[in-house]
């Protein structure tokens, strides 16, 4: 019997097992090893790793966690999770282990979905991003595309020119609103409505997006909203609440209070698949300590 089981080593679970580790807690964390940003070239906004490479900062937060000799880190996949009648917790791996702890964080991160469109998964994370204060620095002054339709469209274009005075939201054949476009030229930004067939350049570079009446629009790097849901059901499974995802984040996120608590006791959850503000390393960061630090509290205080 652990005290603790995170589940998940992305930026949330390796600061909630940090904290849990210095706490001298006997902490398993489990991971599969798929860590939203593993795509991306570097991680943008993070204080004191800043533009380094997501697996450099993975790669030190579990050397760091070496140091702790209560800490454990296993490759593998938690495929259930039970809260038993004691209030402990039994967590299956796929490779048909099971394990038990008196609490649990859960720290998986959330399956980004991003609109369908050939040519932009594999320039996701780099030349097609979702988020601007991660990626808008290195592409700043290019010409720029927003794929998106109605406010949120209107909202990311605007938003964007803070990075380019060249952007260009692109509905993909949806029609905005008078004002919306009204919206638009006011705030110096172009916008086209036709249908895209193709997102186009050399390797996983962007060009230009090619329209289906064959026309192009030259660009440097697109903007696409995404939309985060849980990877998997074992926060349901284990009693958890989740938000209703709202129009603008369109984030799925476990309910939890500021400490991470979720409701179920010795319950927690951290990072993105707990985060109702826009997602973020610094964000996962703060909320995985913050979790590990409560249930580290709760399993002084024996409740
Ligand atoms: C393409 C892209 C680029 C980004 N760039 C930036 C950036 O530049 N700057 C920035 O601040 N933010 C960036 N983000 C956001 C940032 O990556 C996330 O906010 C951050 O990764 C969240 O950390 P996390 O620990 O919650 O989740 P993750 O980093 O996704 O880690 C979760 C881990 O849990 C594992 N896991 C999931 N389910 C299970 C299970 N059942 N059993 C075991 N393990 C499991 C996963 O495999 C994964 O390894 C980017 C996101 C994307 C998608």
Known sequence: MKDCVVVGAGAAGLSAALTLGRARRSTLVI????????????VGGLLGRDRRPPALFHAEGRAELLAYPSVELRSGEVTHGVREDDGTFAVTLADGRRERARSMVLAPGTDYRHPQLPGLSERWGNAVFHCPFCHGWEVSDRPLGVLATGAVGVHGALNLRAWSDRITLLTNGGELTDEQRERLA??????????????DGPGTDLRAAVFADGDELALGALLVKSTLYQRSSLARDLGASLNEPDEMLSVEAITVDAMGRTGVPGLYAAGDAATAVPPSMAAAVASGYLAGAAAAVQLAAGY
């Open 186 to 199: 006011v705030g110096g930004v172009g916008w086209d409505e036709r249908p895209i067939s193709v997102l």
């Open 31 to 42: 991971d599969a090893g798929r860590q939203s940003n593993r795509v991306a070239a570097k």
